[in-house]
């Protein structure tokens, strides 16, 4: 029932890897939102449709404090629009770079915001499967909200894509086995020391410097070492 001709829009807030969100005003109520714009041509090129109808079904279906609301999509003949509730605070990301670390009871509040929307969406099947710092945003009160479901999943059985971020991707994704809920926990360690620190834990000069890291326990050492020859193997 919306269109573009309902909003007035406002200065660009970010940019993903489809994305790219500007601030908006409906006109007729006034009221302040994010519009996530991508392009349709982006969707085929990739074919992404069932990724982002995800993003869109599950993202709606969520209400939490913590978790940003998606209040609902239109589209147009080249684009694809989320309106988004906004996030006033921006990436929890740029927080951490401009101050280096957060204090302990700053990280501790992150970490109790975030362990409460991971529970709630992992108590209705949803796996997030992409927590880091960039998307996490803060509201105007620096109240922390889960962002970008682009990878999530709802499922109750293991699943099998590999997908996520380097530096965050638990032991099991990175060997590419079955995984689950689990993965969004193990982001909550890595972000915690992150948040302490300021660099997280298994941050490396390359791609198989972080897969060593991130797994150090011995039964897992000889599939590694042959994970990260067929990465070099790879790139040669
Ligand atoms: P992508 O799926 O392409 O990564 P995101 O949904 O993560 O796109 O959005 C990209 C960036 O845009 C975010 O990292 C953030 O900086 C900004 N952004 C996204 N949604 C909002 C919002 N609701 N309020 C403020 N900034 C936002
Ligand atoms: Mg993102
Ligand atoms: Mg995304």
């Known amino acids: 029932q919306w269109s573009i001709t309902d909003f007035e829009i406002g200065k660009p807030l970010g940019k993903g890897k489809f994305g790219r969100?500007?601030?908006?005003?409906?006109?007729?109520?006034?009221?302040?939102?994010?519009?996530?714009?991508?392009?349709?041509?982006?969707?085929e090129k990739y074919r992404l449709h069932h990724q982002l109808r995800r993003e869109m079904e599950i993202q709606t279906s969520?209400?939490?404090?913590?978790?940003?609301r998606l209040h609902g999509w239109f589209h147009d003949a080249e684009r694809i629009f989320f309106i988004l509730e906004y996030a006033h605070g921006g990436e929890l990301y740029k927080e951490l770079r401009k101050s280096g670390h957060l204090s302990e009871r700053q990280a501790a509040t992150y970490i109790a915001s975030l362990t409460q929307a991971l529970a709630y969406c992992h108590e209705k099947h949803v796996i997030h499967r992409d927590i880091k710092p960039e998307n996490l945003l803060l509201d105007h009160?620096?109240?922390?909200?889960?962002?970008?479901?682009?990878?999530?999943?709802?499922?109750?059985?293991?699943?099998?894509?590999?997908?996520g971020t380097l530096d965050y991707l638990a032991p099991e994704m990175v060997e590419n086995k079955a995984h689950d809920y689990a993965v969004d926990n193990w982001t909550l360690g890595v972000l915690c020391y992150e948040f302490l620190y300021g660099a997280p834990p298994?941050?490396?000069?390359?791609?198989?410097?972080?897969?060593?890291?991130?797994?150090?326990?011995?039964?897992?050492?000889?599939k590694k070492a042959a994970a990260s020859n067929n990465l070099d193997k790879s790139k040669q």
């Open 202 to 222: 298994f941050e490396a000069e390359s791609q198989k410097d972080t897969f060593r890291r991130s797994n150090t326990n011995e039964s897992t050492k000889r």
């Open 141 to 163: 009160e620096g109240r922390l909200k889960i962002a970008d479901f682009g990878w999530s999943v709802q499922s109750k059985s293991k699943r099998h894509t590999m997908c």
């Open 21 to 43: 969100v500007y601030l908006a005003r409906e006109i007729k109520s006034k009221y302040i939102v994010a519009l996530k714009v991508i392009f349709k041509e982006q969707i």
């Open 62 to 68: 969520l209400r939490h404090p913590n978790v940003l």
